[in-house]
């Protein structure tokens, strides 16, 4: 019976139904020879996530190719994904729909978006939350405009510390032919931002603060400490975040971001070579009407029954175009679909437990990383969650390249991105993270392969 989902209130009404009072009573009619009268000799019981790894062990073994085992971060993670989201976003009627603006042939599409959006909200400490944008870059970028609007100022904006390098040069895209000025505050000794550069480059024309958290170094940055010197100047703080750490971490609408953005890949979508992606974007109930994208909101029908439509389609095509706040024509719509499906499957509970082992894994792999000699995890002291910087004793993509003869992902080198303020010779540095799915034995191996 512990494969049939049914709870004690419903099995109890089919042996009703049936006409006994109890499954024992119900195998009674057996003869008692061919009863097993002891538990089954079985190994102990597997998650979903060990028995699929298992599988693809066995697979590998039977068919002589070697399964590679990821330890890249960077801002695209190798999290586990649960065979409930692929089985229902694959359904036709989701994995074929269109735009939904005929909202009396899309409630099944609008309903799963606004619970997405509640979430999200959810997730972020946020009030309101828009139906997803493209990734985690142009949501940074579209939040920086979008503070922008709302403060009335355009002068400047300021990156705080060790954001996301691609980020940065999408932001820098995004206003290159303006009169904006981007300010890149230098991470300091620990790896996050310097709060004393940071509070001399934050002045009245200063539009939005942009942080990530935990930043792209891995490392924890304070977030009210921020917020402070960010409202002191009545600027709007940007909050970058990856969503399976708020799990574990304070929320960064409680921390006092005013918007939240973030890349919402590890919410249920594949790595798959690079996207397709989610952008996620949440903000304050003050600055809906300056938001990005569209929102769906919760009505009732002619017959008084609930019901979801378009509420807010803020872009220039349905609109006059001096009033549009941003020129998104739609979303990733089944990326948006796959994030809900698998916030709604993990719970509060079940991101707390991820959250937990990809800490626990990841101290654990820096802890013996960092035994080996040659090697050194840069800003050891800082409060990390799922990722950090290992300084090798050779070059990081020779490195990166002799690991991954061996059937090991690990990387990227920092060497591959713009410089980040403060960070001097990036040669010999590499990210390397660590998410639930990784076990002991593979984290055993791969400091077997660097040593």
């Known amino acids: 019976m512990s494969y049939l989902f049914a709870t004690a209130t419903e099995e109890q009404a089919m042996l009703s139904r049936i006409g006994v009072d109890s499954i024992d009573q119900l195998l009674q009619q057996i003869p008692k020879p061919l009863q097993l009268d002891k538990l089954l000799d079985l190994p ?17 073994q039977s068919s002589g190719s070697t399964s590679r085992t990821c330890f890249q971060g960077g801002g695209a993670y190798d999290h586990y994904i649960p065979s409930v989201v692929d089985e229902i976003t694959g ?7 269109y735009t939904p603006y005929q909202a009396e042939a899309s409630q099944g599409t609008l309903q799963a978006f606004f619970e997405y959006q509640t979430m999200i909200c959810q997730l972020t400490g946020m009030q309101v939350s828009n139906a997803s ?13 979008m503070a922008m609007r709302t403060t009335g100022r355009t002068g400047r904006v300021v990156i705080a510390g060790a954001l996301h390098p691609e980020y940065t040069q999408v932001l820098r895209t995004y206003v290159g032919h303006t009169s904006t000025e981007v300010i890149h505050i230098p991470v300091g000794s620990d790896g996050t931002v310097d709060l004393t550069k940071l509070a001399g480059a934050i002045d009245e024309n200063t539009a939005a603060v942009i942080v990530q958290n935990p930043n792209f170094l891995g490392n924890i940055e304070d977030l009210a400490a921020i917020a402070d010197l960010t409202h002191a100047k009545e600027s709007l703080m940007v909050v970058s975040t990856d969503p399976i750490s708020q799990g574990l971490l304070a929320r960064p609408g409680d ?35 300056r938001m990005p994208g569209r929102l769906i909101g919760e009505t009732i029908d002619r ?7 378009l509420s807010l389609q803020a872009r220039e095509q349905h609109i006059r175009r001096d009033k549009a706040t941003s020129n998104i024509c739609t979303n990733q719509g089944l990326m948006a679909l796959r994030a809900t499906m698998f916030m709604a499957q993990m719970g509060p509970q079940g991101f707390r437990e991820t959250a937990e082992l990809c800490l626990q894994k990841a101290h654990y792999a820096a802890t013996q990383i960092a035994a080996l000699p040659g090697y050194t995890i840069l800003f050891s002291e800082t409060p990390k969650f799922k990722e950090f910087v290992i300084q090798a004793p050779q070059s990081a993509q020779t490195l990166i390249e002799k690991v991954a003869k061996a059937g090991v992902d690990i990387g990227p080198a920092l060497s591959q991105f713009a410089p980040i303020p ?5 040669e010999n540095l590499l990210l390397v993270a660590v998410t639930e799915q990784r076990t002991k034995a593979q984290i055993d191996h791969l400091v077997n392969l660097l040593k």
């Open 44 to 60: 102990p019981a597997l998650s979903e996530m060990e028995l699929e790894q298992h599988l693809r062990q066995l697979a590998s």
């Open 91 to 97: 359904r036709g009627e989701y994995y074929t729909a």
């Open 133 to 145: 944008l493209y990734e985690g870059g142009g949501s940074v970028s579209e939040a920086t405009l």
């Open 255 to 289: 921390l006092g971001a005013d918007i939240v953005v973030a890349e919402g890949q590890s919410l249920g979508i594949p790595l798959q070579f690079g996207g397709p992606y989610l952008g996620i974007l949440a903000c304050r109930n003050d600055f809906i009407r």
């Open 303 to 309: 017959t008084g029954g609930r019901c979801f439509v």
């Open 422 to 426: 403060g960070m001097a010779d990036t």
